[in-house]
């Protein structure tokens, strides 16, 4: 069976507000973050000496910038669709803007089916990319209209099978995220003959064996990452179409980097590579193609503002406190994995090296210890730090109040748009 659902640009309501779509089947409360004035998300604004004075941490989030980066995306890889990882950040704003601009979205759970739906997408215009779901969760999303699902093994092949009859399946290729900041290279993903052995299965048990997904790891530097499983694809397609199946679709995943510590090529880099390996991997024979990014979308679209707590000198080393940390949104730093440059309300005079920690009790809430951060040596209580470039996988990441520390809140900075 062949699932007729063919990718395209999004259609339905115009643009013209950035108001969310309210009609959304009822099956299950809507997942709701914080969108509330920014009076009601953090309290009456402190005020210093006049001038109003936001309380902190906050994420502030800059929605052209996210619009620009998609855009970034479509130009440099124009045949193929981009599928917006919502889990990077749901933000209803957020969705609304990218999907006028033109994107689609990649979902992982039936909160973030509704929240699309909610922004005024379709529901062919999501691909259900989590490889290993809740029984429930499979038949809630296709409830929904969702008719794709990524899968890596046997049991989520026949389980798609039972419980969203005639949706299509994409097998889901292991990587060795080699060049990410992020390796998602152990959880999920199969060898190249267990993938074709899975769209066999799938043809067999009615579904539409789609074709093949795979994800480089999340911040990757290296553009040629993406030629090793270009080729593994291009292997399964051709094994299984020529025992008469028709694959249709290939998803390139995410791993399109945020402006963090440390160099990467650009957009345009990507692209060129990225076009390359199709083009000699599968010549003529080439499927239609999507990406999902998240990080190279939103990243450099938000800042974390924090302020310093303390400054405290222990064993000769200079431990500087923040009010964000790891349980309010910066989980990423966890084995320093990714690395925020910064910028503070003392730049300009000599830095020296600190461990940059967060505000909770528990021992695992230090930012950088390993590889110290350079700030000023002047940096003191009540001063302002950036985190730069952290749009994604910070609010989204917050608890929902560990040590009585409340959720880190989203503010919308910049130009509306129109």
Known sequence: MRLQTPLRAPAGPPCRSLGVVESV??????????????????????????????????????????????????????????????????????????YCAGARFDVASPA??????????????????????????????????????????????????????????????????????????????????????LLRLAQRLGLDAAGVSFHVGSQQRD???WRAPIRAAAEVFGAVRAEGLRPWLLDLGGGFPALHEGHHPSFAAYGEVIEQALEQSFGAQRPQTIAEPGRGIVGDAGVVVASVVAVVWRADVRWVFLDAGVFTGLVETLDEGIRYRMATAADGGPTGPVVLAGPTCD???????????????????GDSVRLLSAGAYTSCYSTVGFNGFDPL?????GAPLS
Not at 115 to 125: C, I, Q
Not at 409 to 413: E, K
Request: with cysteine; glycine share 6%.
């Open 223 to 225: 553009p040629g990452a």
């Open 409 to 413: 809140p989203t503010v919308l900075v």
């Open 112 to 197: 973030e089916v509704r929240e699309a739906l909610r922004a005024g997408a379709r529901a062919t215009d999501l691909v259900y990319s989590n490889p290993v779901k809740r029984r429930a969760d499979v038949a809630a999303a296709y409830e929904l209209g969702v008719r794709l699902f990524a899968v890596d093994s046997v049991p989520e092949t026949e389980k798609v099978a039972e419980v969203a009859p005639g949706a299509g399946v994409l097998a889901r290729l292991v990587t060795s995220g080699k060049g990410s900041d992020w390796p998602l290279s152990r959880k999920y993903g199969c060898a190249t003959g267990e993938a074709i052995r």
């Open 25 to 98: 089947p009822e099956s299950a409360a809507p997942f709701a973050p914080s969108v509330a004035p920014v009076e009601e998300q953090l309290g009456a604004p402190v005020v210093e000496g006049g001038p109003e004075v936001l309380p902190t941490p906050r994420l502030e989030l800059d929605l052209s910038i996210a619009v620009d980066q998609l855009a970034a995306l479509q130009s440099a890889l124009p045949r193929t669709a981009m599928h917006y990882a919502v889990k990077a950040n749901p933000h209803p704003d957020l969705l609304r803007a990218l």
């Open 363 to 381: 021992s695992a809430d230090v930012l950088y210890e390993h590889t110290p951060v350079q700030l000023p040596l002047d940096l003191d209580e």
